[in-house]
């Protein structure tokens, strides 16, 4: 590539940046000041609102860092039967692991070996799970990738949506018989809740780009917000089809965590990234740390039944919010469903 290209190029990735972080700033900070000054926001304070999870058992993808591993820290302190970290590399689940330990000594948390770019992973970790469980009662599907480099994925996926939309959607069919067996008792209260993004509003014409290579061509963060958009439209369809278990989807807020490496990376940005970092906790809909980020999600995972609207889609810490145009689509809805259920059995799931 000649420096002109590349120069041009990450110029391009510093405007498109620059535009998702707006987003990020101005829609969540006017719900924020909305719900503020109606008296319509949320508290949710882990530590006492969180109710007892004994008996219960319980899945987190990506739980050996960030929003992740937190929720796990929240989750393992009210008791649950177990809880499965599920990440790809052990040594980093090792070591997360003993971190909620220090805090919660008693955390039944164990590592589940989990690659979701590769079905042959996803398949295993299912395999194994249901080998040692007779059920599951939440599955949070939290592990994610943003604004990397277009690597497909074992079966060409492109990368970001075939991490964040098809790893996950795979995993949840798999999980699926054992999360309706559970909820044939009317007792159990069993959830399935994706962790989108904000960042679905910059979906292209049409919402999901179906061609993976034409997603692949496209810019990452385009890319990005397609799979996020499909984490939401994934939600609302499993809320339909299996009514039975609670499905939702949420924006967590904006969160510096370790999925702006390849923000901060790009020398155009490194100064505004220090910038927009120090001044981020105090901003509406920001988070300084993992521990406000993880709090949505928690609060999808064990909130009063009544208080979750299945299929819908929340805002921190718990607003409803209709999202973008596409994420109300029911047509796009039904036939990202059924494309990914064709892909999937292509693979023999």
Request: proline share 5%.
């Amino acid at each position: 590539m000649n420096t002109v290209v590349y120069l041009g190029t990450q110029f391009f990735e510093l405007l498109s940046t620059a535009f998702l972080i707006l987003i990020g700033l101005s829609i969540p900070g006017l719900r924020h000041l909305y719900f503020k000054f109606t008296n319509m926001s949320k508290t949710f304070v882990p530590a006492q609102d969180i109710p007892s999870l004994e008996g219960k058992v319980i899945l987190v993808t990506g739980g050996n860092i960030g929003l992740g591993k937190q929720t796990i820290a929240y989750l393992a302190a009210h008791n649950p039967q177990k809880i499965y970290l599920a990440a790809r590399t052990a040594s980093k689940a090792t070591t997360a692991i003993a971190d909620i330990k220090k805090t919660v000594p008693s955390a039944p948390v164990v590592h589940l070996p989990l690659d979701l770019t590769s079905f042959a992973s996803i398949k295993a970790a299912a395999s194994t799970f249901t080998s040692q469980e007779t059920r599951l009662d939440l599955l949070i599907n939290n592990a994610g990738v943003m604004a990397i480099p277009n690597t497909p994925t074992a079966e060409g996926y492109e990368v970001q949506f075939g991490t964040n939309h098809m790893g996950h959607a795979l995993l949840t069919k798999l999980l699926l018989p054992t999360l309706l067996r559970t909820a044939e008792d009317p007792a159990n209260d069993v959830r399935i809740v994706n962790v989108s993004s904000i960042g679905h509003n910059m979906a292209p014409s049409g919402g999901i780009i179906f061609d993976q290579t034409a997603l692949g061509n496209s810019n990452t963060w385009r890319r990005y917000s397609v799979s996020k958009l499909a984490n939401i439209l994934h939600a609302r369809s499993l809320a339909e089809h299996y009514p039975s278990i609670t499905a939702v989807s949420l924006h967590p807020g904006v969160i510096l965590t370790d999925l702006y490496t390849s923000v901060s990376s790009n020398p155009f940005m490194k100064l505004p990234f220090m910038l927009y970092k120090w001044v981020a906790g105090w901003l509406p809909g920001h988070f300084a740390g993992v521990e406000g980020g993880a709090l949505t999600q928690t609060w999808a995972a064990t909130a009063p039944k009544d208080q979750v609207t299945n299929g819908a889609y929340y805002m921190p810490v718990g607003n409803l919010s209709s999202g973008s145009g596409y994420a109300r689509d029911a047509g796009l809805a039904k036939k990202l469903w059924e494309w990914t259920e064709g892909e999937l059995e292509k693979h023999g799931a």
